[in-house]
């Protein structure tokens, strides 16, 4: 049973009953931005002290590891607000949500997908987020 993650920038620990992120503080305050939301996407998607079931550990620490990606880049870059913003390329991404060019890649391809299927605003979720989001898409049009 797991009860911490560890990462050379940073890490997520259960110590009594406290659970911790620790982030290396040498790295530029950018990088411990997105370290930040990817531990705590460890934390809220339940990857501490859970058991593998049938998959083997490193199958499972490979999926744990993109699914806490993706919600670091969610949390960091919400589909709905670049929308919002008619971002598209990664360098746009990545200059307005302070989020490396590689992460800012990644989302931009997946942004083309999403600007393809049109489907923006469809729940209620995401709405939320928009609506959350309305005053920054408002200060932040081109
Ligand atoms: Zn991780």
New binding site residues.
Partial sequence: MPDH?D?DDGKIIILEDQTMILINQTMIPLRQRYTIM?ELG?YLLGHLGEEPLSRSEKECRSSE?QA?DKFAIDMLAPACVLWGLHLRTAKEIAEVCRISMQAATFRAERMQLLYQRQKFLSHPLEKRVYDQFSEFIRLNQK
């Fill in positions: 993650i990462h990817h460890h590891e806490a």
